[in-house]
């Protein structure tokens, strides 16, 4: 089977943003004037009255957009009407699209759990040291092992990569991917997003494919062992091309929770066949090369 069988096509959702710093800002204001409907990726001039907003030909109640919690979005979504936060309860967990700013990139949290570092730096910041670490320039091929909201994937394509291979098994990541503006450049063609586990398709890829690896796991816990693994960072190193830079995200080795795990990552790495460069404080994970 084809691994293009389990490629997926991105739905980005139209509509407008609503979080607590934009509907403080909103509270103060009135008259015509412009904001951010989309979370600092462009402004909009809107006109406010006596808490009606009219944008677009529509008038929205800002009681009706308000987050029932500070950090949640609201969605309004053009195309359907319908209005709700950007957030999931499912008997796996719950998923959240979470604001850290009036016009900064959301993060994804899963049970409570950050997705990206919002501590001192912010989502797109976090991602763009991430770019750095590993290298990518123009013309590169790209393996975005974890997708998430897919930031990486995109930021790979603004700095110049020719193509990105990016997985995501979670469904309901793609849920929020899809509501969150952010997440919209997922829809590029330069970006084939695969909904299968990478640790079983990885293997469909030829030897020394790509140039780059990005490889941003979640925490290591049972069910993403093979995340982790020696057979899979052998594998890493087999699709990368001779000379290619892996950047193994791990967080601080000495705050981890699981610092054996994160410890053990740099010796798997030597076994599979790479050479670390060393631990990089800035994007908090290792740069690998691959050496003959």
Not at 20 to 30: A, G, H, P, Y
Not at 51 to 77: A, C, F, M
């Amino acid at each position: 089977m084809s691994i293009d069988e389990y490629r997926y096509r991105i739905q980005p959702v139209k509509g407008y943003w609503f979080t607590s710093f934009l509907v403080k800002e909103l509270s103060n204001r009135t008259g015509c004037f412009e904001t951010t409907l989309d979370l600092g990726l462009t402004r909009t001039t809107i006109c406010l009255k006596n808490r009606v907003l009219s944008i677009g030909g529509k008038e929205i109640n800002i009681t009706d957009v308000t987050p029932s919690e500070n950090h949640r979005v609201v969605l309004y979504d053009i195309e359907t009407g319908a209005v709700y936060e950007v957030l999931r309860y499912t008997e796996t967990g719950f998923y959240k699209l979470k604001a850290i700013a009036l016009d900064k990139a959301p993060t994804l949290e899963i049970n409570g759990i950050h997705m990206h570092r919002i501590t001192g730096t912010d989502p797109w910041k976090d991602t763009l040291a991430k770019i750095r670490a590993a290298g990518i320039s123009r013309g590169n091929i790209v393996l975005d092992t974890c997708m998430g909201l897919g930031y990486t994937s995109i930021a790979s394509i603004i700095r110049g990569a020719f193509e990105v291979y990016t997985f995501e098994i979670d469904g309901n990541v793609l849920w929020v991917a899809e509501r969150n503006p952010w997440s919209n450049r997922l829809s590029s063609d330069l970006i084939r997003i695969y909904r299968r586990d990478v640790t079983q398709l990885i293997h469909k890829f030829p030897d020394s494919f790509f140039h780059r690896v990005i490889h941003d796991p979640p925490r290591f816990m049972k069910s993403t062992g093979d995340l982790y693994s020696l057979d899979f960072y052998r594998e890493l190193h087999r699709v990368l091309k001779q000379r290619g830079v892996l950047f193994h995200y791990t967080g601080e080795p000495g705050k981890h929770s699981n610092f054996s795990v994160v410890r053990g990552v740099k010796e798997r790495l030597e076994k599979a066949g790479f050479k670390v460069l060393g631990f990089d404080g800035d994007s908090q994970g290792y740069i690998a090369l691959k050496v003959s």
